[in-house]
């Protein structure tokens, strides 16, 4: 019958052929274990490897560019050094990159906490402390008008009633800052809201105004006999 006999740092011995030092390595248990076996009363010549400990990296720090408009770009850093970085989103997802940066567009993004582990010499560090991102935005800017329009007719542009935002309204012959312009006798083309929100965040939106001409009546002549009866049988030249 064969027997194991390992013997390794800090006095650790096994008799199991594979046997687990710890579950959790420490850096004292780094050094030469050795290991023999013994057949039928023979023993063999000792063997030996050396495991080389590295130590978990350091819990990484994590920085984000929040809070920040709908639409902007994201900025996850951090100062921590690596071989390779794991952005991990609010929805657990993860994002590998070989830089200590990640940026993106935060369009169709949510709000929500953002984490970063690290690896380096194959070995991950804990996850970093979580960062909140801050999605700000405009809301509906719900932008119309009373188009299309006759001839002198007073165009009227709205938009939705936003608290604390201020409005721009610009287009042909009009430079407006009220949320609800009237523009008597009003151009064709095309008016462009901006809006600006009490949060910093900015959002455009646009109508375009046809004006219909009046009819033409020059050219068009009616003779008209003003002692004429108009009956089934008189007409109207």
């Known amino acids: 019958a064969q027997r194991y006999e390992w013997s390794g740092p800090l006095g650790f011995t096994s008799a199991d052929q594979a046997p687990l030092v710890s579950a959790s390595a420490t850096q004292d248990m780094e050094g030469w274990y050795y290991f023999r076996i013994n057949n039928n009363g023979c023993w063999s010549s000792r063997d030996s490897l050396f495991a080389d400990i590295i130590s978990q990296p350091n819990q990484p720090t994590l920085d984000l560019n929040s809070p920040i408009c709908e639409g902007e770009n994201l900025f996850l850093t951090t100062s921590s050094q690596a071989d390779s970085f794991f952005w991990v989103f609010p929805d657990n997802s993860q994002y590998a990159t070989n830089e200590p940066i990640l940026s993106f567009s935060t369009d ?22 979580g960062k909140q ?19 002198e007719d007073t165009l009227q ?11 721009s309204w ?10 609800s312009p009237e523009v008597p006798n009003p151009l064709p083309g095309v008016y462009i809201l901006n809006v600006t929100a009490e949060n910093g965040c900015t ?9 219909e001409l009046d009819p033409d009546l020059q050219g068009i002549d009616v003779n ?5 009866c108009l009956t089934g049988r008189d007409s109207l030249i």
């Open 133 to 151: 991102l801050q999605i700000n935005s405009v809301g509906e800017l719900n932008t119309s008008a009373n188009a299309p329009l006759c001839e």
């Open 157 to 167: 542009l709205t938009a939705a009633e936003l608290p604390g935002a201020t409005y």
């Open 203 to 211: 959002k455009s939106d646009s109508v375009r105004v046809l004006i």
């Open 170 to 179: 610009t287009g042909p012959g009009i430079n407006s800052n009220m949320r």
């Open 224 to 228: 008209l006999d003003p002692q004429q």
């Open 108 to 129: 169709g993004l949510s709000s929500g906490v953002f984490r970063l582990q690290v690896q380096i010499n194959g070995c991950l560090s804990e996850l970093s402390e």
